[in-house]
């Protein structure tokens, strides 16, 4: 009896290792996709809603598709409880004596696979049911609805800058008047289209290649983690390319300030390090507001603020390159790294460039609030917002509060009382020991009084 306990726990335990690295196979390449994509429903009570709204629904077809998800989600949830008895039936197909961990990997892997299809048919189904009560008008809003609801469940995936865009939705905030929207119109469908094809392709590699990845660990090929991560890599940059192009196309073909507002916008978005206000900026903004200012003073600001924002827009044009160049460079490396660990070995050591680039950025604001400085009283340099990082520190002042301080500390740390009840001053205090026994503090009073 306790050999067959044995033999059970063993299995379990065999079973349980196999789940594990199953559905953690992406991760232990440091990428991202797991198994867990499979367990989560394809269509939500939040997309009842986005159908409701966009397809615009009548009451009729609105309570048939409530009808639609309900049988949609009872089935999906008696899908997982089934994936999961099946996996609790997997124990029957294992040696207990000489549980073999690839075979339980392929077992397990492909129950996954074959709830996958399974799921992905429950979705379908519901899909081809809602378009079939759709009437003519109603159709022609199909491929919109689609490509958003994709949209919304996989654009958040993203791991580069630009990445995760969903410039429809910024053009939207614009709150552009009806001429302008319907001349933008062409070019945002073209936008959506290319979007939807570039995430389509990113999103169903990162399903497919979880075969491979599994089969790299069971056969210790970890070179394949690499192939798949540089697969990845690439498909991610279609995705952002696409987003790329058209914030440039679609700034373009808006009126002047309206286009610079909007590529403002999506490029704090995007490299929100890079393009975020700067204390320097602040500091010459608020500069020329200060009272009391000549013209020739005032011009001359304008003059180094100027030169200013054009020497910082030749680093963060720079630091944006870096950037791009570098995070899928962060994103293979954390691969490789992972494959060499896996394998026993080391990698050597990815330094991030953009470090001594925002170093030198700093710099140069510095060398441009120096020129500030020196066209301002002190007093009206010290009033401007993060003046106290540029203002040299009064080093004789500092060391002689240092000092106060630490007398201070030793005061109270010798403070100490005399077996007879009386206070011995502390050193440095200027009251001798004699004094201080005798209760004469040199005015005339006892240290009681």
């Not at 294992?94 to 961990?101: E, S, T």
């Not at 020129?371 to 060391?399: C, H, N, V």
Request: glycine share 6%; net charge negative; aromatic share 8%.
């Amino acid at each position: 009896m306790r050999a067959l306990q044995t033999k059970r726990t063993l299995c379990t335990m065999a079973l349980g290792c196999a789940l594990a690295v199953t559905a953690a196979a992406p991760a232990q390449f440091g990428l991202s996709g797991g198994i867990g994509e499979a367990f989560r429903p394809s269509f939500t009570s939040r997309d009842v809603q986005l159908a409701v709204e966009m397809l615009q629904l009548d009451d009729a077809q609105k309570f048939i598709l409530e009808t639609l998800y309900d049988d949609y989600d009872a089935e999906f949830i008696t899908g997982v409880d089934g994936f999961r008895q099946n996996v609790t039936d997997l124990r029957t197909k294992i040696d207990p004596v000489n549980p073999d961990p690839g075979q339980i990997m392929r077992v397990v892997f492909g129950t996954i696979n074959v709830w996958r299809v399974e799921a992905r048919h429950l979705a379908d189904q519901l899909m081809e049911d809602l378009q079939g009560i759709l009437n003519d008008e109603q159709l022609e809003y199909w491929g919109t609805f689609q490509r958003k609801l994709f949209r919304l469940k996989y654009i958040k995936n993203g791991q580069l800058p630009g990445e995760k865009l969903d410039l429809l939705n910024d053009v939207r905030d614009l709150d552009l008047d009806s001429d302008q929207t319907l001349l933008l119109q062409p070019l945002l469908d073209q936008y959506e289209q290319q979007l939807d094809d570039a995430l389509r392709r990113r999103e169903d590699y990162m399903q497919t290649s979880q075969t491979a990845l599994i089969e790299a660990i069971q056969e210790e090929n970890y070179n394949v983690g690499i192939e798949v991560a540089a697969r990845q890599v690439a498909l991610r940059k279609g995705v952002r390319d696409v987003n790329e192009q058209y914030t440039i196309t679609i700034a373009d073909a808006l009126p002047d300030e309206t286009g610079k507002a909007f590529l403002e916008s999506i490029r704090q978005m995007t490299y929100p390090r890079v393009y975020r206000r700067t204390p320097a900026g602040r500091a010459f903004d608020a500069a020329l507001e200060l009272p009391d200012l000549d013209s020739a003073t005032l011009e001359a600001i304008n003059e180094i603020r100027l030169a200013y924002i054009a020497e910082t827009d030749v680093f963060n044009t720079h630091l944006v390159q870096m950037i791009r160049d570098y995070k899928p460079l962060q994103i293979k490396y954390k691969v490789e790294q992972a494959a060499a660990r896996l394998g026993g070995g080391k990698t050597d050591r990815l330094t991030d460039p953009t470090r001594e680039q925002f170093t030198k950025r700093a710099e140069m604001s510095r060398r441009y609030i120096d020129q500030l400085k020196s066209l301002l009283t002190a007093e009206q340099f010290a009033s401007l917002p993060g003046a106290r990082r540029w203002i040299e520190p009064d080093k004789a002042a500092i060391a002689a509060a240092r000092e106060r301080v630490q007398r201070a500390k030793s005061a109270k740390n010798y403070k100490q009382k005399t077996p007879g009840g009386r206070t011995l001053p502390a050193p440095g205090s200027g009251i001798s020991n004699t004094e201080g026994n005798t209760g004469n503090t040199g005015t005339g009073k006892t240290a009681d009084d």
